[in-house]
């Protein structure tokens, strides 16, 4: 019996590391922030192609520091594209940062170090800054709509000089304001999102951050069931 258990749930995880594999994920998780507007609300990622945190039910996106040419701590990724026809020409697209400034470390999420700044940089210079103690400065411009009502913007976002190794999240919402940049806004604002950046990981390591943040997408739980129907007809036939 201890034999049958043992070749049962080695099977089962298997078939979940299968499901939830590194590479796989990178390739899933790896877009730009997608508004569009649902019944007058600005909506992120509707057709929910990025896996959403556990804890907080927010979308997560993902960047790298160091893969844009300012150097080792800055990444203009993820951007922002709305297609034509998303908002009436010049209405403008903003963020507000939320939160406080997150860190993996390897074991687990907790608050970044006191000495670490996230900064984001809006379209217009002005700079959001983001500590484990708050937010500076949360408003700023994405970007105004076209003349066809798209955007398509990329801000820079970077990490200060002193950090250490590991992955670090940042909270934003989208919301918007009028052709003149003034209030009350045209739409409600989004839901609240995440975005995980990475500083100086490896590939799977990054991403085991990630997943320690994702709720396990629908495949995720279909594969895992088909190894656990797989293992309850192993032990029958051994039973015979």
Same mark, same amino acid.
Not at 52 to 77: H, R
Not at 88 to 91: H, I, T, V
Not at 215 to 237: D, H, K, N, S
């Given at each position: 019996m201890? /034999?049958?258990?043992?070749?049962?749930?080695?099977?089962?995880?298997?078939?979940?590391?299968?499901?939830?594999?590194p590479q796989v994920l990178a390739q899933e998780h790896s877009s730009d922030v997608q508004p569009s507007v649902i019944a007058g609300k600005l909506v992120i990622d509707e057709a929910n192609t990025v896996p959403?945190?556990? *804890?907080?039910? +927010?979308?997560?996106? =993902?960047? @790298?520091?160091?893969?844009? +040419?300012?150097?080792?701590?800055?990444?203009? &990724?993820p951007g922002f594209i709305a297609p034509g026809g998303t908002f009436?020409?010049? =209405?403008q697209l903003w963020y507000?940062?939320?939160?406080?400034?997150?860190?993996? &470390?390897?074991?687990?999420?907790?608050?970044?170090? &006191? @000495?670490?700044t996230f900064?984001? =940089? &809006?379209?217009?210079?002005? @700079?959001?800054?983001?500590?484990?103690?708050?937010?500076?400065?949360?408003f700023g411009v994405i970007d105004a709509a076209g003349s066809g009502g798209g955007i398509h913007r990329h801000l820079n976002f970077s990490i200060s000089e002193l950090n250490p190794a590991g992955s670090y999240l940042a909270t934003l919402q989208l919301t918007s304001r009028d052709a003149a940049g003034n209030l009350p806004s045209p739409y409600l604002d989004s839901d609240p999102f995440h975005i995980v950046f990475n500083r100086g990981l490896s590939d799977s390591a990054f991403e085991s951050s990630v997943?320690?943040?994702?709720?396990? $997408?629908? $495949?995720?739980?279909?594969?895992?069931?088909?190894?656990?129907?797989?293992?309850?007809?192993? *032990? /029958? /036939?051994r039973r015979r």
């Open positions: 201890s /034999r049958l258990i043992h070749t049962a749930v080695g099977l089962g995880a298997a078939v979940l590391a299968l499901a939830v594999s959403v945190a556990f *804890a907080t039910g +927010y979308k997560i996106y =993902e960047g @790298n520091f160091g893969d844009l +040419y300012g150097g080792s701590l800055k990444t203009n &990724d009436l020409a010049g =209405e507000q940062a939320i939160g406080t400034l997150g860190f993996w &470390d390897g074991v687990g999420w907790s608050g970044a170090p &006191d @000495n670490v900064t984001l =940089e &809006d379209a217009l210079g002005n @700079n959001t800054l983001i500590t484990a103690a708050g937010v500076t400065s949360p997943m320690a943040l994702a709720v396990p $997408e629908p $495949e995720t739980y279909a594969m895992f069931l088909a190894g656990l129907t797989l293992m309850g007809y192993m *032990a /029958r /036939r």
